[in-house]
């Protein structure tokens, strides 16, 4: 499929995507005395709400500015910088749980000390569901940034411990005894066969972790932060500015959509020696 194709099937379905979206406003407006609030149109959110973000004072927690002007690019400056603090919090979270979760899975499943000492705590910590500790990090952590980061970082790790553990022991034995047959010690044994094989899983994994992530950072920045995309729509939310939440929801979703096709490409040129089905 060439490129034109591509886009041009891509762009039918946001079309699809846009009628849907109309035709449940104009539902909306039929049978609810309030539309407004319950399904703004979209000449209403890019038209009306969109300028009006200009008015959003971010260093009062998302409060509104008396001074400022309904304008589009005040509207975009805002929303880039809220932007940037939040996808700084997926990545530093993602990142951080790669680096920590590999370590942990290799350790649990080769170093048998490790396993025997911290396999029962870890295997209970993956039973906890992520979003119920969401309210125990903003205590401990009163909401700062540092505090989300860990909070990612935490249920990142765990998913990507798990994949390790998964990969290593999926790797064939008889891989491992032909090196060994080689003269390869332990330690070459895992640079050069498991580590490689690990690889192909992770990429898979990542992708996964990383809209975890994003949806991680939300709940976060929900409950105890000031500043981010999540911040703004528990501001919106609070007034019933649904045009507004739109508007946030949607740079949210191009976000998330941006950095799973930029990863895509980059897990795809690191494991490009990897055989792929044609």
């Given amino acids: 499929m060439n490129a034109l194709r591509r886009v041009s099937l891509a762009a039918v379905g946001c079309l699809l995507l846009v009628v849907a979206w109309e035709i449940g406003a104009a539902v909306t407006a039929a049978n609810s005395d309030n539309p407004e609030v319950v399904w703004p149109h979209l000449s209403q959110v890019f038209g009306e709400a969109l300028p009006a973000l200009a008015l959003v004072d971010t260093t009062g927690g998302g409060q509104m500015s008396a001074t400022a002007q309904p304008n589009v690019g005040g509207a975009l400056t805002m929303l880039a910088g809220q932007a940037w603090v939040t996808t ?37 910590l993956r039973q906890v569901p992520l979003f119920a500790l969401t309210l125990l990090f903003v205590i401990w952590f009163g909401g ?41 010690g332990r330690f070459d044994v895992i640079r050069t ?47 019933q500015l649904t045009d507004r939440m ?18 895509d490409k980059v897990l795809a040129r690191l494991t490009r020696w990897v055989p792929r089905e044609v």
Wanted: aromatic content about 8%.
């Fill in 88 to 124: 700084v919090r997926v990545a530093a979270g993602t990142v951080l749980g790669l680096v920590i979760g590999v370590a942990l899975g290799f350790l649990v499943t080769l170093v048998t000390p490790f396993r025997l000492v911290f396999s029962p705590l870890l295997s209970v």
């Fill in 144 to 184: 700062s940034t540092a505090g989300i980061i860990t909070f990612v970082t935490f249920g990142a790790s765990l998913m990507i411990m798990v994949a390790t553990q998964e990969a290593i022991r999926a790797v064939p034995e008889v891989y491992v005894r032909y090196a060994r047959t080689l003269g390869a």
């Fill in 193 to 239: 066969v498991v580590a490689p094989a690990v690889v192909p899983v992770l990429a898979a994994t990542v992708l996964v972790v990383v809209g975890l992530a994003w949806a991680m950072v939300m709940a976060a920045e929900f409950l105890g932060t000031q500043q981010g995309l999540g911040r703004l729509l528990l501001f919106f939310q609070t007034f």
């Fill in 246 to 263: 739109v508007v946030v929801t949607a740079v949210l979703t191009v976000l998330a959509a941006v950095s799973q096709v930029v990863l």
